[in-house]
């Protein structure tokens, strides 16, 4: 029988640790074993296509918010043109509704609950080997011949100690342009009423030997980024110092590894121990959710803001991690202006990214339970994306999707990070300099077409002129800025100066070895025309025409952080 354990992933950089797992899991039969991963952005004709010629016995999909409506409509086609295959589901976004799933999709064998490495050896042991019973597989829900539902043992199978889980990655070679994800531990100390990891407080650690053992084969294969799905990694100051100082001592320069952890948690001697990495190594990711003390208290978030503060802006001072701050939108006492307040004070600190979310009511998670006592109404279907609160209606919720979709324009992104930051201050409240962006792309349509980077340029400069925060002419300075230390851009926004009459001057300094030398020493190997090509110099222009300062940007040279050029400024006359 031929086995195929099949992932629809949200993107194509994305991988999928679940099937891995339960391959290497279940070695014994690892040779009829087959993956595939798919996106879903790619068309269904073509899945279910790749999923008929491999013509699977047995064939288990992996369910998340995200993709579990594109596998349930697959599940149907497959039953159609694959009647004798077995359909397993999988996954978070199935093990609360199994039942129900099966009442409604007759397609569909059977459901996984919960972690899935003992129930799906225990089927293939069924169905390759003839070995027991459904009935007797723990965490399972099953079609009986008869077409009743019946259930495996009532009791799931005990929580597996991770160090008796294989490397999931062993066999696997393709890591190009691939995220991997990999986990040294499972559940959490937490209790956070929107997340499915309160459901399971126990946290179980991979030994620290296995651990960095795997770690190695990352860093061997160099791979580009290691993403850890452990919910709170630092939850464990031994495990967390173990991890971190080993990448820090066996860093190979490429690899990069990417951390959720809890901001009010951190030692002094971990922010020590992160504070001496090769900038770009590790990637920190603090759920803050919200400021308001009540709001904390309704979803059982245990917080210190003021500790979390304190710790990422001795992050921020270091300069090595790239910081990644989360917000959630929608939750209980949470009205739009203590959102406001929340954004303004997280925003202070100054993370790399600053990501806006809206609160997912996910099935089987405390606050669905408490949606109708918190006045909460979701979205039908998933991602279950709340409505509207006691405290928060449609309006102001369709208000902040603008904001969010500004800040990762505008901020996010990096790409207009020198003019953002003159910008911001104009305004008492940052979150009101995106709430006026996302006003101004209202009404000019923007929000309805997909906009280049020139024509986001274009929206920045158009909005400083209509607020009238900057002088206009200190925007336009501050917009080619932002242009240019992206990337050697060969076109120039309409707007700009005409460098036709400094051609000469912009030659003459990269004619200059001096000058070479001293701004661009790096650039030895190559003659003048070949530096000028692969560098900008722009000068910034008074009223009058006349430079007020030359500034040059290097492209060989780029924050390792933020991806920037580095931009000198030029303390002399190039002519």
């Not at 929206?459 to 009238?468: A, G, N, P, S, T």
């Amino acid at each position: 029988m031929r086995v195929l354990l099949t992932a629809i992933n949200a993107k194509y950089i994305h991988s999928n640790l679940a099937v891995y797992s339960l391959r290497a899991y279940a070695a014994p039969y690892r040779d009829r074993i087959e993956t595939a991963e798919f996106t879903i952005n790619q068309q269904q004709d073509y899945i279910l296509q790749r999923i008929y010629e491999k013509k699977p016995d047995i064939l288990a999909f992996s369910c998340y918010i995200w993709n579990v409506e594109t596998v349930l409509s697959l599940a149907r086609d497959i039953a159609l043109v694959l009647p004798e295959t077995k359909i397993w589901l999988g996954g978070p976004e199935v093990s609360y509704n199994g039942e129900e799933l099966l009442k409604t999709y007759p397609e569909i064998t059977g459901i996984m609950r919960g972690e899935g490495e003992k129930s799906f050896l225990s089927l293939l042991e069924y169905y390759l080997e003839n070995k027991g019973e459904p009935e007797e597989i723990g965490g399972i829900l099953f079609r009986k011949k008869d077409g009743s539902i019946g259930q495996g043992r009532p009791e799931w199978p005990a929580l597996l100690p991770l160090d008796e889980i294989p490397f999931p990655y062993q066999d696997t070679e393709d890591f190009a342009h691939r995220i991997i994800y990999y986990e040294s531990s499972r559940g959490c100390p937490f209790a956070c009423s929107y997340c499915l990891s309160s459901l399971d407080r126990s946290v179980r650690l991979r030994s620290i030997p296995l651990v960095l053992k795997e770690l190695q084969f990352f860093l061997d294969h160099k791979v580009p980024q290691v993403k850890f799905v452990d919910r709170t990694f630092n939850c464990s100051h031994s495990h967390a110092m173990a991890v971190w100082s080993y990448i820090r001592e066996h860093d190979n320069g490429v690899t990069n590894f990417h951390f959720e952890i809890e901001g009010d948690l951190l030692r002094e001697d971990e922010l020590e121990l992160l504070g001496q990495m090769r900038p770009g190594l590790v990637q920190l990711e603090i759920g803050v959710q919200s400021v308001n003390p009540r709001t904390l208290a309704a979803v059982n978030r245990k917080a210190d803001f003021e500790k979390i503060a304190r710790a990422c802006r001795k992050l921020k001072a270091a300069g090595r991690q790239h910081l990644h701050l989360d917000l959630i939108a929608g939750l209980p006492w949470e009205d739009f202006d203590s959102f406001r307040e929340s954004f303004r004070q997280v925003y202070a600190l100054g993370p790399h990214e600053l990501q806006l979310g809206f609160l997912k009511v996910l099935k089987g998670s405390g606050i669905e339970r408490e949606a109708d006592s918190l006045e909460m109404v979701r979205r039908h279907r998933p991602p279950y994306e709340v409505l509207y609160t006691g405290w928060m209606s449609f309006a102001d919720l369709l208000r902040l999707k603008g904001v969010e979709e500004m800040l990762e324009v505008y901020y996010n992104s990096g790409q207009f990070s020198v003019t953002v930051a003159a910008l911001e201050k104009q305004f008492a409240n940052p979150f009101d300099l995106y709430d006026g962006l996302a006003e101004a792309c209202r009404e000019k349509g923007a929000f309805d077409v997909s906009l280049s980077r020139m024509q986001r340029l274009n929206m920045l400069r158009d909005f400083i002129r209509k607020e009238e925060k900057l002088p206009a002419a200190v925007g336009d300075q501050l917009l080619l800025q932002d242009w240019y230390l992206r990337e050697n851009a060969k076109t120039r926004p309409e707007w700009a100066p005409d460098l036709t009459a400094w051609k000469s001057v912009i030659a003459g300094f990269y004619r200059s070895q001096d000058r070479r030398n001293r701004y661009l020493p790096d650039y030895g190997q190559y003659d003048w025309k070949q530096v000028m090509h692969m560098t900008h110099l722009e000068p910034f222009l008074d009223g009058d025409g006349a430079p007020q300062a030359w500034f040059l940007f290097d492209y060989r040279h780029r924050d390792p952080i933020t991806g920037n050029a580095r931009m000198s400024r030029i303390e002399e006359n190039p002519a």
